[in-house]
């Protein structure tokens, strides 16, 4: 089983930047894909980035240019950068992990965008 803690989030003015991480503990021998998710009240949870244990990753086109997924294989740790953010990312952003076909999710993280 894998356990993930997600740390980063917070309150931010439009244009401004915030960085997103998440280590993972438990079976991280078995982890290979990560990333983030985000879900705002009454809407479906939606993928903002995913990250291969290689380095591949994939972007929604919504923030595309704008975020940054990476990983540190040595630190179990994903990052999200997140620049020129808008309100419209405002919501909670989870991490996730795949160790096999069986996905893990963090507890979540506030992200508030003002305008």
């Known amino acids: 089983q894998v356990q993930l803690v997600e740390s980063g989030g917070g309150l931010v003015q439009a244009g401004g930047s915030l960085r997103l991480s998440c280590v993972a503990s438990?079976?991280?021998?078995?982890?290979?894909?990560m990333g983030w998710h985000r879900q705002a009240s009454g809407q479906q949870r939606e993928l903002v980035a995913g990250?291969?244990?290689?380095?591949?990753?994939t972007y929604a086109d919504s923030v595309k240019g704008r975020f940054t997924i990476s990983r540190d294989n040595a630190k179990n740790t994903v990052y999200l950068q997140m620049n020129s953010l808008k309100p419209e990312d405002t919501t909670v952003y989870y991490c996730?992990?795949?160790?096999?076909?069986?996905?893990?999710w963090g507890q979540g993280t506030q992200v508030t965008v003002s305008s």
């Open positions: 996730y992990a795949y160790s096999g076909n069986r996905r893990s």
């Open positions: 990250i291969t244990r290689g380095g591949s990753t």
């Open positions: 438990g079976n991280i021998f078995a982890i290979n894909d």
